[in-house]
């Protein structure tokens, strides 16, 4: 990674390594408008001779609020609260001395979190729920829910950037976690298209929803995403709430507002920077390629463009260029050529210098569009240096674990806007989205009349684009002061320097508990100074770096831990396909390749591989030395005929009556190359990706089976019906295209090899 010792290795075979504590993870949870729900329960038992102290670093999404915390020892449950931080960890050391169990868990910041577990002693088994929330957004008319699941090597210093050695969290190949999740999408957002693209998943219809689980051998390996898109677009919405805790302002009210889109601009200058780090091989570089791509079919001869590429030094590609169709085939090209080969993650050394790249006169500045998994820990100086810039910085961030903190506090102190795209999702999509937010006029100023007098407000983001939520809190002094959804208007400054409305509350729904007033809290310690964040944090029961939750678990004289407890760090699954060790492919499963140390592992200033024993061979060894993380998956199945595909789609069809549920039914399936090139194409088109494997169902039904079968035609009928047209007939010549070709290749390559045997007399 570079020249300082990083918590990293290929083969974890220490002499006298604990066995693993952290035995899995289960959690449920409710999607429910803006408000997403979760309790997750992480389990650790300690089977070897030794007491132990327990320290897993682990990730929650960005804008988690931890709401609850207890942990269970030997089936005993205790409830821990917020502490003041150094209070807590006086505490913690004490009850360590003193024999007892304590647990502390640490807010780092970022979404990421350690939990220390004291004293846990051989044949304990001790479980850790937490409970949170977490505000969504609609972006460009789609919710995308994610949650994290491990933390990706990153380049660079753990602790330069804050963190404690302990609280470092290491990566390795061995480690496998059992993940067990399920969700429900609530209301009326279980009548849209609910997609999961990075797990198999079932889906089951209940109560007020729809729940989704995933299947048995989903692990702790990449983040769970969730889409939905709504049947119809979502209104503005403000949400009342009562808060029990603060007098003064006993309501507070969550607006979620949806602007209206900007005017588009006639040109624009755009850089475009990749991430040809170490950390990129494999599917990652692979997303890049694909993500520019889609970028380039959205500009025109009137904008301008550049690319260049990043690692331990920076190469500009082409300058700022017109983008004539000469100049959008030489850019093609080197998307084309570019890998992931330029060492380690130097990303403010690359965004200066692209910064410093000019434009034309007529252009009146430039915006950056960074494709990257964002996998860095020094984040502050490149956030400083794109905000001195000028620049808005837009981020595309890839892999199975992007760092999404890092890449949303970059593009928030810029101006511009994230998207994320985890392998299994339309690349071109996501590309065409940022070009829509790209192409609008900015809008300035933006704020929130709330109707009347808050006693608090939260600020409104610095970006405000058209097609995506923007959130915001205020508390105010009481139920007959707070203002009708009607009366609550997003404001700001448009290219003429008049005052414009850009949404309006449309609908309102009391919100009960506390979960709206606590995560407004949340939000409020960004805004304040420590004294008042403190107070905060105390009040609503927060973590954060000011608190800590603890709870202490006593034991009874005979009970104590009678000898020093032995440091145990949990380490995290190496994120799919990291670094090239692997491949994830559409349906989330994993070819991995030989396990050679990528180019991010060796210093960028020394040739020497800054990792221990990362050499491990398991060609050959016999299957029970190989780690179970390289065996769950098989590599190199033979691929099922078309046809087959097409029965296992009518089946699912013919027991579920709907198509969602169709890319998990089929998610097992080795497909021929170009099947899946096919589907992953028709996704990119705008398509669903149950609805592509129904399209492909029909194609097989109508252009390769002879002859059509009618039965088959009748059951898919009314399921296509409710695809549009135009699109439908796209997929169709897409399919023609791509498998027609395929299977002319194939029938040549067999006519060629009849007859070489024939020349040969080689025929068996």
Known sequence: MNDETQPFGLACRTPGEAAPVLTGVRASGRLDGVLFDLTLRQTYRNTSDRVLEVVYTFPLPLHAVLLG???????????????????????????????????????????????????????????????????????????????????????????????????????????????????VIAGTLADGTVECPTHAATRTKVEGGLQLDLTSDACLDRDVVIVVTP?????????????????????????????????????????????????????????????????????????????????????????????????????????????????????????????DLRVSRRSAGADVLLVTDGEIWQAQPVIDAARASGHRVFAIGVGSSPAEDVLRSLVEATGGACEFATPGEALEAAARRM?????????????????????????????????????????????????????????????????????????????????????????RMATVDDTAALDLALAYQLTSRHTHYLLVHPRTDADRAAESAALHLVPSMLAAGWGATATVRHQGTIEYSALDAPTMWRSPRSAAPSVVDATPSYGGTADADVPAFLRKRPVGKPAVSLEAVMAAVVEQLSLSGHVQGLHARCAALELPAGARRALDQAI?????????????????????????????????????????????????????????????????????????????????
């Open 435 to 523: 070009l829509e937010r790209i192409r609008q006029q900015p809008w300035r100023d933006a704020r929130i009349d709330w109707g009347c007098d808050p006693v608090w407000q939260t600020p409104v983001p610095t970006s405000v684009f058209g097609g995506d939520t923007v959130l915001a809190f205020a508390g105010v002094s009481s139920p007959a002061a707070s203002a009708t959804p009607a009366t609550v208007r997003l404001l700001a400054v448009d290219a003429t320097c008049a005052d414009v409305e850009l949404a309006r509350g449309e609908a309102g729904a009391p919100a009960p508990g506390d979960t709206v007033p606590r995560v407004a809290a949340a939000r």
């Open 231 to 355: 049947v119809t677009p979502q209104p503005s919405v403000v949400i009342p709430a009562r808060d029990t805790v603060a007098p003064a302002a006993p309501v507070v009210l969550m607006a979620a507002l949806q602007p209206r889109h900007a005017a588009m601009r006639a040109h624009i200058a755009l850089k475009l920077l990749v991430d040809c780090s170490g950390s990129m091989g494999g599917e990652s570089i692979a997303s890049a390629r694909r993500a520019l791509l889609g970028v380039l079919a959205g500009l025109t001869e009137r904008d301008e463009v550049s690319i260049s590429r990043f690692g331990s030094s920076v190469a500009h590609l082409i300058k700022p260029s017109a983008c004539t169709p000469n100049t959008l085939r030489r850019v093609a090209s080197a998307m084309e050529a570019l890998e992931a080969d330029l060492g380690g993650t130097e990303m403010r050394a690359a965004l200066t210098a692209v910064f």
């Open 684 to 764: 990119a088109l705008g398509l669903g990706t149950d609805e592509a494997w129904l399209i492909l169902a029909h194609w097989v039904n109508t252009r390769s089976v002879t002859p059509t079968d009618a039965a088959i035609t009748t059951s898919l009928k009314p399921y296509l019906d409710a695809i549009d047209a135009t699109l439908l007939t796209r997929c169709m010549t897409l399919f023609d295209r791509i498998l027609r070709a395929e299977a002319d290749d194939r029938s040549a390559r067999l006519r060629v090899r009849r007859l070489w045997r024939a020349m040969t007399g080689s025929f068996s």
């Open 69 to 183: 915390f207890a942990s269970e020892l030997n089936g005993v449950r205790k409830v821990g609260h917020a502490v003041a931080r150094r209070a807590a960890e006086r505490r913690y050391e004490e009850a360590l001395a003193e024999g007892d169990a304590p647990v502390l868990i640490e807010s780092l910041g970022g979404g990421l979190h350690t939990a220390n577990i004291g004293n846990l002693q051989p044949g304990d088994t001790l479980v850790i729920e937490f409970r949170f929330a977490q505000r969504q957004v609609f972006e460009q008319g789609r919710l995308r829910l994610a949650i994290p699941t491990t933390i990706a090597p990153r380049f660079g210093s753990a602790c330069a950037a804050g963190l404690q050695p302990q609280q470092v969290p290491p990566a390795s190949l061995r480690a496998e976690y059992p993940l067990a999740l399920s969700v």
